[in-house]
């Protein structure tokens, strides 16, 4: 099946100290990427949908200027946590879609990346 | 307002049969996804139900009744390693994907 690499899978980091995550489709072009969080026993929060080559969808009560998305080409959309605070510790989880698939195409899923903010 | 309803927490025994439901209202509906997460990974695809009936994928097998604005999971043949958190999700009229909050399955032996 296809596969969704995610970047770094964990990473420690000091307050106010910015950290980008990577996601990376590896065998499809995924012209939309999806970036959620998830708290401990809760279910996943979408963020953001990540289009290629134009700005970022942001759901309501997400800051666009303190969660970047760049989705620079049809295989790579990156998301950095600017100014992390201890309460942006979380489980951040990137999904994509293969394009070829349209709109209703199963969602692959990264590996997520654990951020723990100090 | 969009709802997706799952329990939260079901417990079955090794070698049993459990069945997860889901119900769901949302503005519009364009399929039901049913993933499974163990605890500290990441969601992974188990099925996709666009029709009414029963789709049958080895040991898992999941329903639609799309007039109920209901779905189950059902898992035969339990073993320890199915202990996870299973996520029913729903993609509305705007393609959007509608999460619930998941059932976390304990399996006993």
């Known amino acids: 099946g296809a596969v969704v690499s995610q970047h770094p899978s964990r990473v420690i980091c000091k307050s106010g100290t910015s950290v980008k995550i990577e996601c990376r489709s590896l065998d499809f072009q995924a012209t939309t990427m999806f970036w959620y969080r998830q708290f401990p026993k809760q279910s996943l929060m979408l963020m953001a949908t990540s289009n290629e080559g134009s700005k970022a969808t942001y759901e309501q009560g997400v800051e666009k200027d303190k969660f970047l998305i760049n989705h620079a080409s049809l295989t790579l959309s990156t998301l950095t946590v600017t100014s992390a605070h201890p309460e942006d510790s979380s489980f951040y989880i990137c999904s994509a879609r293969d394009h070829r698939q349209g709109d209703t195409g199963e969602l692959f899923f990264g590996e997520g990346s654990r951020l723990t903010v100090l | 307002g969009q709802n997706i309803d799952q329990p939260t927490e079901m417990t079955a025994t090794e070698g049993a049969i459990v069945q997860i439901n889901c119900t769901y209202q949302?503005?519009?509906?364009?399929?039901l996804f049913w993933y499974q997460q163990h605890a500290g990974e990441a969601p992974t695809f188990l099925s996709y139900?666009?029709l009414d009936g029963l789709e049958e994928k080895g040991r898992f097998s999941s329903f639609l009744s799309r007039s109920k604005g209901y779905s189950y999971l059902l898992l035969k043949e339990l073993q320890m390693k199915d202990s996870a958190s299973y996520l029913c999700a729903v993609m509305d009229s705007n393609y959007q994907l509608i999460w619930g909050a998941g059932t976390k399955l304990i399996i006993k032996p």
């Open positions: 949302t503005s519009g509906f364009n399929g």
């Open positions: 139900n666009v």
